[in-house]
T-cell receptor
Framework: QKEVEQNSGPLSVPEGAIASLNCTYSDRGSQSFFWYRQYSGKSPELIMFIYSNGDKEDGRFTAQLNKASQYVSLLIRDSQPSDSATYLCAAHSGYSTLTFGKGTMLLVSP | DAGITQSPRYKITETGRQVTLMCHQTWSHSYMFWYRQDLGHGLRLIYYSAAADITDKGEVPDGYVVSRSKTENFPLTLESATRSQTSVYFC????????????FGPGTRLTVT
């Protein structure tokens, strides 16, 4: 069974710090990986996706992929209280479907 | 630009009743998905569709029925609701490109009493 694992948290960081969110996946055939942000009571919102080994940067967000270690991470620089949310990692699992992790809660304190 | 919408946003129903949750997207995306989200389980795929009249089961399809007669609509029906189907239901859509990213609707919170 294809699985995506995330630490449930909460991960607590002070405002202005770097938040590091991590994810591992079981299916070596997965090619694309996604990070979603979900505020309490809201729907998941796509932040970014990555499919090549290495880093991909978009503003304050950097996604990192290591296929050999089956590891994906999301770095949030200059964390803001408005970044407090649950972050979902997902892996492409075939036929255009995604397998989601259970999410990591991030708390950014002022 | 509505994107992807779901209705109703909240629904309370009784055990044994039939309930239909609606999903509509304006992007002409080929793929559409239904998920349920429960504490401790995360997002779980119920059904998905690759195009009109093409549907397939996901991880937790039992007790649910879908149809897709038009590209833009993907209704989910609970034929005889049970308390275990109390959940938040999300519809999502995705284009037919190679990147597979999905975009979610606002969700329907369903309570079965």
């Amino acid at each position: 069974q294809k699985e995506v694992e995330q630490n449930s948290g909460p991960l607590s960081v002070p405002e202005g710090a770097i938040a590091s969110l991590n994810c591992t996946y079981s299916d070596r055939g997965s090619q694309s990986f996604f990070w979603y942000r979900q505020y309490s009571g809201k729907s998941p919102e796509l932040i970014m996706f990555i499919y090549s080994n290495g880093d991909k940067e978009d503003g304050r967000f950097t996604a990192q992929l290591n296929k050999a270690s089956q590891y994906v991470s999301l770095l949030i620089r200059d964390s803001q209280p408005s970044d407090s949310a649950t972050y979902l990692c997902a892996a492409h699992s075939g036929y255009s479907t995604l397998t989601f992790g259970k999410g990591t809660m991030l708390l950014v304190s002022p | 630009d509505a994107g992807i919408t779901q209705s109703p946003r909240y629904k309370i129903t009784e055990t044994g009743r039939q309930v239909t949750l609606m999903c509509h997207q304006t992007w002409s995306h080929s793929y559409m998905f239904w998920y349920r989200q429960d504490l401790g389980h995360g997002l779980r795929l119920i059904y998905y569709s690759a195009a009109a009249d093409i549907t397939d089961k996901g991880e937790v399809p039992d007790g649910y029925v879908v149809s897709r007669s038009k590209t833009e609509n993907f209704p989910l029906t609970l034929e005889s609701a049970t308390r275990s189907q109390t959940s938040v239901y999300f519809c999502a859509s995705s284009g037919s490109g190679a990147s597979y990213e999905q975009y979610f609707g606002p969700g329907t919170r369903l309570t079965v009493t």
